[in-house]
């Protein structure tokens, strides 16, 4: 049996309903990528299953990651099988109406035009909060149970926290704009919500993520936040090499200063975006608060490796005193 074949499997028992989503959605990378290669139908400035693409990929990242950890609360087994089925269906509704509203060439977010459309943005908005809402109790559930050392256990409760903050600044999107307000007024918008600040969406964007390289965008912030719950536990798992030779405490230590250090720069990047500056244009003010960050990271790391080693000859020479 293949490793490949043997992970497979065991992660088929980690949750039952979340991992035949996890299959479906990796079904529909393949389907959308496909749509992108042969469909040449383009709706607000991107291709029209672009979005129906990275939905499908983060909810792949997302599903498993969260499937994992129910697997490890054995004594929550019941209530953790009972909101990863929630988070399945409340996710299954959202994609179906993403796919739908792609095939007819319509926008799934923000649309308003029709009392159709507005409808399937409405129960998108409450599925989406019920998605939240029960990540939010698996959360609470994690801050008492173990992931493994103490350092992977942090990385893990850190992760879930920030991505609960990054995926709650999605609903900084669903408030109209100013121009959308007026339009609403005269009855003659359509959307009613948008990614970008300071400019219209659909303008010029990064590939493949299509975020705008002409004002803020608050996708940024938000796909950073939510994708936490996975770059944290990478952290605590490369601490861990052995070729570093670091003790859990200064593990927990690093963890700690890095999930402060994600934190802020979700909290940056949202501040950008909020002032309608591209990701890859940042002004003055940006550059500066990002060097502060990264010399306040760095000083912090160098202390805690500092400390370790000084604590670590100590001990050491103890010992030998002895």
């Avoid at 009392?115 to 801050?143: K, P, Y």
């Avoid at 600040?197 to 390289?213: C, E, M």
């Avoid at 912090?300 to 010992?319: E, P």
């Amino acid at each position: 049996m293949s490793v490949l074949t043997l992970a497979v499997r065991r992660s088929w028992s980690w949750h039952r309903p979340l991992m035949i989503f996890v299959g479906l959605m990796a079904v529909l990378i393949a389907v959308a990528a496909l749509g992108l290669l042969m469909d040449d139908r383009v709706l607000g400035g991107a291709p029209v299953w672009l979005k129906p693409f990275k939905f499908a990929v983060s909810f792949v990242i997302y599903g498993a990651t969260i499937a994992w950890i129910i697997s490890r609360m054995p004594d929550r087994r019941r209530w953790a099988w009972i909101l990863g089925t929630v988070i399945v269906g409340a996710a299954v509704i959202e994609m179906v109406i993403i796919v739908g509203q792609a095939a007819r060439g319509m926008h799934s977010h923000f649309n308003v035009g029709t009392t159709l459309n507005a409808a399937l943005w409405s129960t998108m908005g409450f599925v989406i909060i019920v998605l939240w809402l029960a990540t939010l109790v698996i959360a609470a559930f994690s801050a008492r149970r173990q992931f493994g050392d103490r350092p992977f256990t942090l990385a893990i409760r850190f992760g879930l926290l920030v991505a609960l903050i990054g995926m709650a600044l999605g609903f900084l999107m669903t408030v109209p704009t100013a121009d959308q307000q007026q339009a609403i007024a005269n009855g003659l918008t359509s959307l009613a919500g948008a990614h970008s600040v300071g400019v219209a969406d659909g303008g010029p964007g990064l590939p493949v993520t299509a975020w705008s390289t002409t004002g803020g965008d608050l996708r940024v912030p938000h796909f950073v936040g939510m994708h936490a719950l996975q770059a944290l536990p990478l952290l605590a798992w490369l601490l861990a090499l052995p070729r570093l030779r670091l003790d859990e405490r200064t593990r927990s230590r690093l963890v700690t200063t890095g999930a402060a250090g994600y934190l802020g720069l979700v909290g940056l990047l949202l501040w950008q975006a909020l002032r309608g500056q591209p990701l890859i244009a940042p002004d003055g003010w940006t550059v500066g608060a990002a060097t502060a960050l990264i010399v306040a990271m760095a000083a912090s790391v160098v202390a805690i490796l500092y400390r370790s080693r000084h604590t670590g000859s100590s001990a050491r020479a103890a010992d030998a005193a002895s």
